[in-house]
């Protein structure tokens, strides 16, 4: 089955102990990116990368590193995390050149 | 940068009725492609239904049609047979060139038995 996988679902953490969130994709797509939601904000683009090693920034990439080693994974990692960064994150990817996106199931992130 | 409207955050429509949400959207690109997502209360993001700009014709996907104005840059969702199911959170995004899919702040829509 084609899908984007994303771990942990769901994370409680506490200011300053670093994580990852892993993202996986079956689909040989190129494009993935990392999105947080917040209520009235809407999806919120936090880094993309268009193929291996080559990554770049979006709109809200503060606070947030990610690589892309091979294709299907692309994970985001909070060196040091902090309350604001409480959010619902959502990973994404699909092939170049088309806009049709595949949305993993999200991981909700709690940062006390 | 470039943006993505959303002007109604929140909406109710009765069950067997119809309701539009709203949406408009700014590029410079003369192709793109426009989107609406459907978010119900799993979270899962669910591709509804899809328009590429350069077609006229406005997408239908069952219950789900869209009226794309381009030269107004609209692109408004109506929901046909409205149903339970159906509610959700509802968000208009814009892909175009090589940048990543820009959403805008969603609608909630509440259908009421």
């Known amino acids: 089955e084609a899908q984007v996988t994303q771990n942990p679902r769901y994370l409680i953490t506490v200011t300053g102990k670093k994580l990852t969130v892993t993202c996986s994709q079956n689909m040989n797509h190129e494009y993935m990116s990392w999105y947080r939601q917040d209520p009235g904000l809407g999806l919120r683009q936090i880094y993309y990368?268009?193929?291996?090693?080559?990554?770049d920034k979006g709109d809200v990439p503060e606070g947030y590193k990610v690589s892309r080693k091979e294709k299907r994974n692309f994970p985001l990692i909070l060196e040091s995390p902090s309350p604001n960064q409480t959010s619902l994150y959502f990973c994404?990817?699909?092939?170049?050149?088309?806009?049709?996106?595949?949305f993993g199931p999200g991981t909700r992130l709690t940062v006390t | 940068a470039q943006t993505v409207t959303q002007s109604q955050p929140e909406m109710s429509v009765q069950e067997a009725e119809t309701v539009t949400l709203s949406c408009t959207y700014d590029t410079s690109e003369s192709n793109y492609y426009l989107f609406w997502y459907k978010q119900p209360p799993s979270r899962q993001m669910i591709l509804v239904i899809r328009?590429?700009?350069?077609?006229?014709q406005n997408a239908t996907e069952n219950r789900f049609s869209v009226n794309f104005q381009k030269a107004a840059k609209s692109f408004s969702l109506k929901i046909s047979d409205s149903q339970l199911g159906d509610t959700a959170m509802y968000f208009c995004a814009r892909g175009a060139g090589n940048t990543p899919l820009v959403f805008g702040k969603g609608t909630r829509l509440s259908v009421i038995a």
């Open positions: 328009q590429e700009a350069y077609k006229q």
């Open positions: 990368s268009m193929n291996v090693e080559v990554t």
């Open positions: 994404a990817s699909r092939i170049s050149g088309t806009y049709e996106q595949y």
